[in-house]
């Protein structure tokens, strides 16, 4: 299958996580660091669950999944053990015109998600188009040890330098030749 790669604005968006186990927690947590309301739909939750609830940071619905559960959703995570209630909540969510990611199942979902490393304003995503996940996830170990950190401060440097250039410099073609350049002689270290 051919992905399109895209990162999410999540900021106070409605997103539904159903299933209360360490998988559902992990991905809570992605959803809440991208900013997302996250509400998680499950009779149990795992103790790494129950400390966001505590916390308040997610929303918790003692249930089984139920089609309502969906309703002004923006995206949901399928992340029960259950390959026929994954497979309900996918059809749900289709119909309902909501993004879907069936944990462990392509079919059902209409995204995946990649091996990520976030670094103030960087982000980098590694995926194997869901062939290999431990793959992405070893070649996200390499990036973040040997070209994160740089990269990272670099970021903030060419940011200072840009946002100057916006203010003093009109041209928009010059600002992105002079950019363009600071990236040329970066690379070629």
């Known amino acids: 299958m051919k992905y399109y790669p895209v990162l999410l604005n999540l900021k106070n968006k409605k997103c539904v996580v159903i299933g ?22 499950s009779p149990e939750l795992c ?15 003692n249930s089984s999944y139920k089609k309502t559960h969906l309703k002004g959703a923006f995206l949901a995570i399928a992340a029960t053990p259950d390959k026929a209630i994954n497979t309900k909540i996918s059809q749900d969510a289709r119909k309902s015109g909501i993004l879907i990611n069936t944990v462990d199942a392509e079919d059902l979902s209409d995204f995946i998600v990649p091996s990520s490393i976030s670094k103030g304003g960087l982000i980098l995503s590694v995926s194997t188009s869901g062939q290999a996940p431990c793959l992405s996830k070893r070649m996200r170990r390499d990036i ?4 994160v950190p740089e990269y990272a401060r670099f970021l903030k440097i060419l940011e200072g330098i840009r946002r100057e250039l916006k203010a003093k410099c009109s041209d928009p073609k010059l600002r992105s030749r002079i950019l363009n350049a600071l990236c040329a002689c970066k690379s070629s270290e």
């Open 47 to 61: 103790p790494g669950l129950k400390r966001l609830r505590e916390q308040k940071r997610i929303s918790w619905i």
């Open 20 to 41: 209360g186990g360490p998988v559902a927690r992990r991905k809570a947590i992605s959803l809440l660091k991208a900013g997302a309301c996250v509400c998680v739909i």
């Open 144 to 147: 973040e040890r040997l070209l």
